[in-house]
């Protein structure tokens, strides 16, 4: 067991669990678009970070990639932590604004602005779609690709993979395009992110007695009207 | 090669190869360097040349020739040493070559293809004589030049190995890693971890028998570093010999180089190395015998810059996409395939041979407590000397900057270093007195990183040198984490909109705000360290960037769409130069005219004594070429045309009486704003105290410059029906502001200029025989008295001082002129020109003296007994401060002294003292306004000129009058006198000629002079103007920076073969 001190209060957690379950544990709620029970940490939305440490030498850490220790001192809500969570909440409504998660986030975290220029874009790179296929589905069908602005998610040369079993895993996860899954026009109504997903109900004869993974994507009704 | 297999043998091995080399050196032999950049620089041709040379004549025994990696000295690539005396002959070309063997085999010197100090043109006879290797230790570097990269044996006469065979000898792993630590070596990559104490670590780490990897990061990706690749290049023995010791300390018995692909020699010549050292049995199974193994192979990088990183990079050795992770933990507990990895710089491998060899202690002994040992930075930008130095940590910023890199390129002065890449940031010249460690550099807001230094000048912009950072950070980072990939990307955004001139203060606060929390949450070292370049820019240079959103202003001339073409946006009074050149170029010279006179009403008087601050941003020269001589052109279109030819176009006042408005002061400040306010219908009322108009043009500014007739033809052609012009009126005397205001002037413009030398604060100063200078000019060229007697000393370093002293040497009592100045004649702020001009007619300069003492006899001036300086460390203004050198007095002789050091303006009547009311500056002597609308602090009140900024140039009293004289009917019509900042773009297009070979040339044309003995005698003009045809050729020579903006739209097809339809 290992003692620490969480927002002032000593707890004493089991060793080998992260600060984000920690604090969950404890009650201290932490934001994150990343992170999933099941799902290894990958740290990469950034919203979870807390502030480690005392004085001068305090950093801000992933709370998802880092583990308890004996003494830490952390802080899930200080003053350095909400004014980085609320930049990176800025940022998210500039280029996500369709997602409900973030618009969900971003007015319970108080972020009345977005000072940026406006993007619609669908993906925020959390990568949770890439690790739900890799480490749940064993199928690896889709990764990212490129670096910095250009990357993006997919397949190889965008070509389909045929390790793709359209289980729907990836769009079950994905926190930026839910709105995207009950759109009201038949093409756009799935995610589209990857050279993988085409809407089975185009195809309909083909999977004639498979279940629709799209639940709740209503494409198929809206075509047969 | 025969393997060994015993280090008895390897001693032995050794010993023998150390003993031939003493047989070897009795020949002359000739280095070359032969690295990427001396490649780039034809090096290879010279090489073939040499070997075609040697076979031909058959010098095989009678020559070395050596071919090396990169030395360091890459501004003079290709260059070759001869060995011996190290005579060093820079920048040959291919028909140089003989010339060199035959000096080397002769045993003489080619003088004319030594190496000459750029300032003083002294050839130095031998390597060690120039200043860019004099202050430099050149510990690691100086190898290359020793030694052929691709012979083991070249290494190893130079004592390579020896580290290997004394850490073999001990066999003791402890003792190595203690070693390391004693020596205080700090990872050369750009953290400053302690090498040791990774080690130690390293050492420490993972289960006993576990596999434990050594790599060595030779991923380097900053713009414009290449330290790791020259070492590589030019020495990849080092680095394996330091990589097998790291080996042994930490007990691992795999090594990898992590090597970027686009180093292609680099990858050749450590191939090489391994190969021979495998064979040699260095390297491998059971190294001589002792037991252990260690294997190095080299891993090629795809060239992404984040697989620097190095969590990133043990995925890339992995086979994965190059992405960090979040540490811990570190790679020392779990690196590669999860096992123990210790990664090392290139250079921090480079330094343990020399640790181990030579002792800790010895190793500690060079560079400061906490930051021991040398660096090598690749110095680059606005530099003299580029290439890769080599200093002892804790040196100053300013030695190096200064010193090794031989100051500026051009005019212009250096403005800060970039030190880190792009993750490093700006420190500016004030601060250059900061020593060179890993933790100063962090406190002044950059860092060490892997050493690339930036040098950039007045002609850079700290807000696009953000951007391009930036934009390189965006690209390059790998995306994984959002705050880096959305920050970086949202940065550049908005560097880009102030580069364009849409950016707000508001967005200047987002991007601060920004910047922070990018580096505080980002996952690794490229996104923590990715905001420097702005904040560090944002520290120093903030009031560029705010220049550029309210201003929309580019001091530096860089961002396209604020500065349009440089020229007109350089001059303060927003000439079209660029239309000017481009009539000229066309012989539409009225329509030249035109332009210019448009801008300036003194177009004549700016065509000689301009400072053109047009030419200094020309792009014809800060892009290395020359610059277009713009003002020798603007003088060839005005000595064809009439100043009264120009008819200004006049606002009519229609049933309106027009407002009085008074102008103190008849100089180019006043009588523009009379000129512009008459056009607008003002009735303007000029008061001046001399008895002529003019001002300082006429009374500081000698004929010989400024030929007489024609300011007395551009006034004239400037005064009209509605000026009027007071003569013999001074103010406070004759008259007051207050009593301006009684009798009806709506507003008063203060134009006094600066007519008060400042005195030099010795003793005797008012003996006679000594002058203020503008004195004796006045004397001279308004009442025509000759106040110079005999010997004529004139102290200062302006165009004051010497104006002065040509004077003095025209007048017929004067036996000889010499100028003092306290700095050299560098630093000195009079035009280039005019020093030349001063030279030629025979005016000695007597430079780094100050005077200490003014010696004179009953009252009358005898001498003056002055101290010799040297030049110091620079100050923040890049020129270095004169130190008197105790002892060094001497006496001058002299019968007249004029003293040049300064001018202020008369404001004794304009203060609360003389009942005027107008806030001064006492210290300055000038008066204090607001620098946009230039309005005193009484209300209708302006000042503008000399009067306000000290002595300056004459442009910017004309700009001050232009801007008054909008300000004035602004300020009667009862307008808000602020206005919104524009920015002045080229609209007019000139449609631009063909450039033939007559046409077409590289130099910039010489202004012609006259002849020194008929010049001497009077005070006929100097300066003579272009011909016909050397004006065409000049003016071809411009860039046309306008053509981007005012190029109509292609609207034609684009050509095709035209096809006969039938």
């Known amino acids: 067991m290992i003692n620490m001190k969480l927002n002032g209060l000593g707890v004493t957690v089991e060793e080998g669990m992260t600060i984000l379950e920690v604090a969950n544990f404890y009650g201290f709620p932490i934001p994150t678009l990343c992170h999933m029970e099941g799902l290894s940490p990958y740290g990469a939305c950034r919203l979870c970070v807390v502030e480690v440490g005392d004085g001068p030498r305090a950093r801000l850490v992933t709370s998802c990639t880092s583990r308890a220790e004996e003494g830490m001192i952390v802080r899930t809500a200080s003053n350095r932590v909400m004014k980085a969570r609320m930049m990176i909440l800025e940022l998210l409504l500039a280029s996500c604004p369709q997602s409900k998660i973030i618009q969900d ?95 089975p109900c185009y195809l309909k004869d083909k999977f004639d007695d498979m279940m629709c993974y799209m639940d709740p994507c209503v494409a198929c009704e809206i075509k047969r009207d | ?229 020259s070492l590589l290049e030019g ?301 560090s820019t944002l520290r120093y240079f903030r009031e560029e960037y705010i220049e550029h959103i309210v201003n929309k202003r580019c001091p530096a001339g860089v961002c396209k769409e604020l500065v349009g073409a440089p020229c007109q946006s350089a001059c303060p009074l927003g000439t079209e130069a660029w239309r000017y050149v481009a009539y000229i170029a066309r012989g539409d010279y009225d329509e030249a005219y035109r332009v210019i006179r448009e801008a300036n009403p003194f177009p004549s008087v700016c065509a000689r004594v301009c400072n053109h601050p047009c030419e200094e941003k020309c792009r014809a020269g800060t892009g290395g070429g020359q610059a277009v001589s713009i003002r020798a052109l603007k003088r060839f279109v005005t000595d064809r045309a009439e100043p009264s030819s120009y008819i200004p176009i006049r606002h009519l006042r229609a049933n309106e009486e027009s407002p009085k408005v008074a102008i103190v002061g008849a100089g180019p400040a006043g009588l523009t704003a009379a000129h512009y306010l008459s056009l607008q219908g003002y009735r303007v009322t000029v008061f001046d105290a001399e008895r002529k108009a003019g001002g300082m043009m006429f009374s500081a500014i000698p004929a010989y410059r400024l030929p007489r007739e024609i300011i007395e033809k551009e006034i004239e052609a400037l005064i009209d029906e509605n000026i009027t012009v007071k003569y013999n009126c001074a103010l406070g005397k004759d008259f007051t502001v207050d009593g301006l205001f009684s009798e009806g002037y709506k507003a008063v413009f203060l134009a006094l200029g600066a007519h008060r030398s400042i005195p030099l604060k010795i003793d005797g100063e008012n003996s006679e025989g000594v002058y203020p200078s503008i004195q004796f000019l006045r004397s001279f060229n ?140 006492e210290r300055s002597s000038t008066v204090k306004v607001d620098s946009e609308t230039l309005c005193t602090n009484r209300p209708g009140v302006f000042a503008g000129g000399d009067l306000v900024t000290g002595p300056n140039t004459i442009v910017d009293a004309i700009a001050a009058g232009k801007r008054v004289a909008v300000m004035i009917d602004r300020y009667v019509r009862g307008v808000e006198l602020k206005q919104p900042a524009s920015v002045r773009m080229p609209k007019i297009y000139v449609p631009p000629v063909e450039v033939d070979e007559e046409t077409a040339a590289d130099l910039r044309v010489e202004t012609p002079r006259a002849a020194v003995p008929w010049r001497k005698r009077g005070f006929a003009e100097v300066e003579m103007s272009l011909t016909v045809r050397e004006a065409k050729r000049e003016a071809c020579r411009c860039l046309r920076c306008d053509l981007d903006f005012t190029r109509p739209k292609e609207t034609a097809k684009p050509e095709r073969m035209e096809v006969e339809v039938k």
């Open chain 2, 782 to 921: 308004v009442f025509g008295k000759k106040l110079g007697k005999g010997a004529v000393g004139v102290i200062g370093g302006g165009n004051s001082a010497v104006d002065a002293a040509r004077v003095a040497l025209r007048q017929e009592d004067v036996t000889g002129v010499t100028i003092f100045y306290r700095r050299t004649r560098h630093e000195m702020p009079a035009f280039e020109e005019e020093i030349e001009a001063a030279e030629q007619e025979g005016i000695q300069l007597e430079t780094l003296t100050t005077p200490t003492k003014i010696l004179t006899n009953s009252g009358r001036l005898t001498g003056l007994q002055c101290q010799r300086n040297i030049l110091g460390e620079p100050d923040a203004s890049g020129r270095r401060r004169p130190i008197p050198i105790p002892g060094s007095e001497f006496i001058v002789p002299l019968d007249t002294l004029i003293v040049a050091i300064s001018e202020g303006s008369d404001i004794d009547c304009l203060g609360v003292a003389g009942k005027m009311k107008i806030e001064v500056d």
């Open chain 2, 235 to 535: 020495n990849p023995h080092a680095i394996i010999e330091g990589m097998l010791i790291a080996g042994m300390a930490i007990g691992a018995d795999q090594g990898f180089i992590y090597v970027r692909s686009e180093y292609p020699l680099a990858i050749k010549h450590t191939l090489i190395a391994l190969r021979q050292a495998r064979d040699l049995g260095i390297l491998g199974k059971n190294i001589l015998g002792s037991g252990r193994d260690f294997n190095i192979d080299i891993v090629r990088g795809a060239g992404a810059f984040v697989c620097g990183e190095e969590t990133a990079l043990i995925k890339s050795v992995e086979g994965l996409m190059g992405e960090p992770r979040q540490r811990p933990p570190y790679p020392i507990e779990k690196g590669i395939g999860g096992h123990p990895t210790c990664i090392n710089n290139v250079e921090t491998l480079a330094n343990i041979p020399v640790i181990i060899s030579r002792g800790a202690e010895e190793f500690a002994k060079v560079g400061v407590p906490g930051n021991t040992g040398t660096k090598i930075f690749s110095l680059v930008g606005k530099i003299r000397n580029t290439g890769l130095v080599e200093v002892p940590l804790g040196i100053k910023i300013s030695d190096v900057v200064y010193d090794i890199g031989g100051g500026p390129v051009g005019n212009a002065k250096i403005k800060a270093v970039q030190t880190g890449g792009p993750s490093g940031g700006c420190i500016p010249a004030s601060m250059f007195d900061l020593p060179i460690d890993y933790d100063s550099l962090v406190k002044a807001g950059s860092i060490m990183g892997s050493g690339g230094m930036i040098v950039m000048d007045e002609n850079t912009c700290m807000v696009d040198i953000a951007k391009y950072f930036m934009k390189f950070l965006k690209d390059e980072s790998c995306g994984k984490c959002f705050t880096c990939r959305k920050g970086t990307q949202r940065m550049y955004e908005i560097l880009d909109d102030i580069t364009k001139g849409k950016g707000t203060l508001e967005q200047l606060d987002l991007l601060e705000e920004l910047a922070l929390v990018v580096k505080d949450t980002t996952m690794c070292g490229l996104g923590q360290s990715a905001p420097n370049p702005v904040l």
């Open chain 1, 105 to 199: 986030l971003a007015s319970k975290y108080q972020v009345r602005q977005q000072r940026f220029r406006q993007e619609h874009e669908d993906c925020i790179m959390c990568g949770l779609c890439v690790r739900m296929c890799e480490e749940q589905m064993m199928a690896k069908a889709i990764g990212f690709r490129g670096r910095g602005e250009k990357r993006s998610l997919g397949t190889p040369f965008d070509i389909k993979s045929e390790e793709c079993r359209l289980c729907g895993g990836c769009i079950y996860v994905c926190p930026a395009c839910q709105l995207r899954c009950t759109y009201t026009d038949p093409d756009k109504a799935i995610c589209g992110g990857c050279a993988n997903i085409h809407p």
């Open chain 2, 1 to 229: 090669m025969k393997r060994l297999i015993s280090l008895d043998e390897f001693i032995d091995f050794r010993r023998r190869i150390m003993a031939e080399k003493e047989i070897q050196y009795d020949k002359p032999t000739l280095v070359i360097c032969a690295g990427t950049g001396g490649q780039a620089s034809g090096s290879n041709d010279i090489i073939r040349i040499i070997k075609k040379y040697i076979l031909d004549k058959g010098l095989q025994d009678k020559l070395g020739f050596r071919i090396t990696g990169c030395q360091g000295f890459c501004e003079m690539d290709p260059f070759i040493l001869v060995q011996p005396g190290r005579h060093l002959y820079t920048k040959l070309k291919m028909e140089d070559v003989p010339r060199v063997i035959e000096a080397a085999l002769g045993g003489f010197v080619a003088e004319e293809l030594l190496y000459k100090e750029p300032r003083t043109l002294k050839a130095c006879q031998s390597q060690n004589d120039i200043p860019f290797f004099q202050k430099q230790t050149r510990t690691i570097l100086g190898d290359n030049e020793k030694l052929d990269p691709i012979r083991i044996l070249d290494y190893m006469e130079q004592g390579g190995y020896a580290a290997l065979e004394k850490a073999l000898k001990r066999n003791n792993s402890e003792w190595i890693v203690n070693e390391v630590l004693k020596s205080g070596l700090r990872g050369r990559g750009g953290a400053g971890f302690p090498t040791g104490k990774k080690w130690q670590l390293a050492r420490a780490s993972g289960k006993d028998g576990e596999q434990k990897y050594v790599v060595c990061n030779a991923d380097e990706g900053d713009p414009g570093a290449y330290m790791d690749r």
